[in-house]
């Protein structure tokens, strides 16, 4: 098994060398304990189910193998849930809490920062986005007063934004990573004023 996640490493940095340049952007959003959205729409069927190192295989039932490896390696630092449609695994996300060591890029690296969001298409629509942000959200501030939570979605992405949208959170900036392949050289942020 070792072997195979040193051949999943050198892949990766094969391919990233191999992507060239790079520039992506992205819209930022913050909330607060009094704009976070706790009235969504009551669902019965999704439930919200914390991971720990020994669940992360839980994630194979609706993403490829080498996502176990990467939530493996992040569960450690991070709170990773994943969330269920009538107890069957339909997505998952990970709250980065303020200090910790990730994988995300350096604007991150004070703040709470929720990433690695995942919704199987056959079930979007139904809210299951925005429970997994508020959720991730109120652990936060049941942990920490006066905190602030952060997420960021490519500025493209209208279903993902909606999404961060109906949780309660408000645009707060745009980022721009220029790279080479996924790694990050730079970044400029563009602080904006609040909006919906």
């Known amino acids: 098994m070792g072997g195979g996640v040193k051949h999943m490493t050198l ?3 094969i391919i990233r060398i191999l992507y060239g340049p790079t520039i992506r952007r992205q819209a930022c959003f ?6 976070l959205n706790y009235n969504l729409f009551y669902s019965k069927e999704i439930t919200i189910e914390e991971l720990s190192t020994e669940t992360c295989n839980k994630v194979l039932d609706i993403r490829e193998e080498h996502v176990k490896a990467a939530f493996e390696r992040m569960v450690k630092n991070s709170v990773v849930v ?9 997505g998952h996300a990970i709250l980065k809490p303020d200090g910790q060591i990730s994988e995300c890029t350096q604007v991150w ?3 709470n920062y929720i990433h690695y969001c995942y919704v199987d298409p056959k079930y979007r629509g139904r809210n299951i986005y925005p429970y997994m ?7 936060v501030f049941k942990d920490q007063a006066k905190q602030q939570v952060y997420i960021s979605a490519d500025y493209k992405n209208y279903s993902s934004i909606r999404g961060i949208h109906k949780a309660g959170f408000y645009h707060w900036a745009n980022l721009t990573e220029f790279g080479w392949g996924r790694i990050v050289l730079f970044y400029k942020v563009k602080i904006v004023q609040y909006k919906k």
């Open 133 to 139: 942000l508020v959720y991730l959200a109120q652990r």
């Open 11 to 13: 892949r990766s940095v």
């Open 30 to 35: 913050i909330v607060t304990e009094e704009i």
């Open 109 to 111: 690296k004070n703040k």
């Open 82 to 90: 994943v969330a269920k449609w009538n107890k069957r695994i339909v």
